[in-house]
Nanobody
Framework: QVQLVESGGGLVQAGGSLRLSCVAS????????LGWYRQAPGKQRELVAR???????YYIETVKGRFTISRDVAKNTVYLQMNSLKPEDTGVYYC?????????????WGQGTQVTVSS
């Protein structure tokens, strides 16, 4: 069982920055791919960024150059640094972990943290 606890959300003006943190229970970076998803009101949850076992990163097009995903293995923590925030970045951000070592591996979600960007 993996537990994920997010923090760092809040209200910020457009152009501002926030850093989200996700602390995972146990040492999972050698097994689980970590990612950040978001869900805006009335919309489906979407992948924002993920970091693979080898440290490679993926971003959706709308956040490239503004968001950075990183991890601290010693702290079992994954971060999402968000700069130049826009109102359309508003939503609940969720940390996600998926076991990619085995086929159909288990996955886990954090409780979510609200990010609100005012114009």
């Amino acid at each position: 069982q993996v537990q994920l606890v997010e923090s760092g959300g809040g209200l910020v003006q457009a152009g501002g920055s926030l850093r989200l943190s996700c602390v995972a229970s146990g040492s999972i970076f050698s097994i689980y791919q970590l990612g950040w998803y978001r869900q805006a009101p009335g919309k489906q949850r979407e992948l924002v960024a993920r970091i693979s076992l080898d440290g490679s990163r993926y971003y959706i097009e709308t956040v490239k150059g503004r968001f950075t995903i990183s991890r601290d293995v010693a702290k079992n923590t994954v971060y999402l640094q968000m700069n130049s925030l826009k109102p359309e970045d508003t939503g609940v951000y969720y940390c996600h972990a998926r076991n990619v070592i085995v086929t159909n591996g288990d996955d886990y979600w954090g409780q979510g943290t609200q990010v609100t960007v005012s114009s």
